[in-house]
């Protein structure tokens, strides 16, 4: 089975940057289409960014557009959501997800899932 393992997480002050990463086992990332979510505490989980399989296409929610990127390096086997301006209201725990086709902003479209990384953003 797939397995991803996010990391990178931690506690940054409001306009700091974070670089989170999603390690792919047993399969070649090429083969999936990758997506961020994350979850804040009473809140459901909501679609961050997704890249495609090729890296060619990107999608990223409104609340974040502008301020996180998304890339991959499939040599690597590796995704990264590099975070930057970051806000209070970006503190949750992060989840990366696969998908054997496209993008999906999705939970339910998603078929594989990382146990998650929490970052916080306080003063």
């Known amino acids: 089975q797939l397995q991803l393992v996010e990391s990178g997480g931690g506690l940054v002050q409001p306009g700091g940057s974070l670089r989170l990463s999603c390690a792919v086992s047993?399969?070649?990332?090429?083969?999936?289409?990758i997506g961020w979510f994350r979850q804040a505490p009473g809140r459901e989980r909501e679609g961050v960014s997704c890249?495609?399989?090729?890296?060619?296409?990107?999608n990223y929610a409104d609340s974040v557009k502008g301020r996180f990127t998304i890339s991959r390096d499939n040599a690597k086997n590796t995704v990264y959501l590099q975070m930057n301006s970051l806000k209070p209201e970006d503190t949750a725990v992060y989840y990366c997800?696969?998908?054997?086709?496209?993008?999906?902003?999705?939970?339910?479209?998603?078929?594989?899932w990382g146990k998650g990384t929490l970052v916080t953003v306080s003063s």
């Open positions: 997800a696969a998908r054997s086709t496209y993008c999906s902003g999705y939970v339910d479209g998603m078929n594989f």
């Open positions: 047993r399969f070649t990332l090429d083969s999936y289409a």
């Open positions: 890249i495609s399989r090729s890296g060619g296409t990107t």
